[in-house]
């Protein structure tokens, strides 16, 4: 079992940037699908995107494409999530997750057992 720690939310207005880290510990990480998704209050969970820690492969779901970038730090045990150009509309809890999968799409992190506490972020007008 992993433990995974976030850190990086905060408030933004529209345009702006935040990085997201998420520092991982447990199990060995090299053999995981790891990744970001969020939950807006009322709203379900969504996925934002993902990284398979063996080969680097990434995915990101809509939202995230062309706007966001996973990566993952081998030497730190450090998953990354920056974003570029926030809207409203990616106001959200933001959580790491990781699980056991040979296929790595962020949809597969929603339901994760191994997944941090979130961290919150806040983009406004």
């Known amino acids: 079992q992993l433990h995974m720690v976030e850190s990086g939310g905060g408030s933004v207005q529209t345009g702006g940037s935040l990085s997201l880290s998420c520092v991982v510990s447990?199990?060995?990480?090299?053999?995981?699908?790891m990744g970001w998704f969020r939950q807006a209050p009322g709203e379900e969970r969504e996925g934002v995107a993902s990284?398979?820690?063996?080969?680097?492969?990434?995915w990101y779901d809509d939202p995230a494409k062309g706007r966001f970038t996973i990566a993952f730090d081998n030497a730190k045990n450090t998953l990354y999530l920056q974003m570029f150009r926030l809207k409203p509309e990616d106001t959200a809890m933001y959580y790491c997750?990781?699980?056991?999968?040979?296929?790595?799409?962020?949809?597969?992190?929603?339901?994760?057992?191994?997944r941090g506490q979130g961290t919150q972020v806040t983009v406004s007008l």
């Open positions: 997750a990781a699980v056991r999968a040979e296929t790595c799409t962020p949809t597969l992190l929603l339901d994760a057992r191994d």
């Open positions: 447990g199990d060995t990480v090299s053999a995981y699908c």
């Open positions: 990284i398979y820690t063996p080969g680097g492969g990434t």
